[in-house]
């Protein structure tokens, strides 16, 4: 019993002079100069839809001198890139498209590296299925092309299915029975 309440008095004496020592301790506040450290989930970010809803980017993280994203193209879309001033590099998750940089054509697809230099002309035509790539934009203002694209508010499927009439069935009507009386 004598040993326990010497070991409160123990840790109640340190409790204090811990306390004593923070107050008394010089204040120091930081101050945060330069970019800061982003960690961003793909899900909490607001893709943003572009290129006559052909493309949709998903915006990551950015800095001063790059930046990190999600970029889809519409499976049969076909997208045309005019020369710009930051270098791009894709990992292509999934999908394949055919890629023109400068005239030179290229089969892409699956666990393939894109380096598309500053510049270049690029067109895009997807194949079957959608391509879905990790993008990095390197240079002054990388990304800063996607904020002319309308923001998915809605965060509806991307792309939207399209809704075609199914041709009724012979004999059958699709209008609404009048009941009569």
């Excluded at 923070?22 to 961003?40: C, H």
């Excluded at 999908?95 to 290229?106: C, H, M, N």
């Excluded at 959608?130 to 809605?154: C, K, P």
Aim: aromatic share 6%; with cysteine; glycine share 10%.
């Amino acid at each position: 019993m004598r040993g326990q309440g010497t070991r409160r008095n123990r840790m109640a004496l340190a409790l204090c002079a811990g306390l004593a020592a923070a107050l008394l301790a010089p204040m120091v506040v930081a101050e945060v100069s330069g970019p800061v450290a982003q960690i961003v989930h793909a899900d909490r970010q607001t893709p943003r839809i572009g290129a006559e809803e052909q493309a949709r980017v998903v915006p990551l993280a950015h800095g001063e001198m790059g930046y990190i994203g999600e970029f889809s193209l519409v499976a049969g879309g076909k997208l045309t890139l005019e020369p710009r001033e930051e270098e791009e590099f894709l990992y292509v998750l999934t999908g394949s498209a055919v890629l023109t940089v400068d005239e030179e054509t290229f089969l892409v697809g699956p666990r393939m590296g894109v380096y598309l230099p500053a510049g270049a002309t690029i067109e895009w035509v997807n194949g079957s299925s959608r391509l879905v790539a990790v993008q990095f934009l390197v240079g002054h203002g990388a990304g800063a092309r996607f904020e002319e694209w309308r923001i998915d508010t809605d965060q509806a499927p991307w792309p939207r299915p399209r809704i075609r009439p199914r041709p009724a069935p012979s004999g059958v009507s699709w209008e609404t029975p009048r009941l009569s009386r």
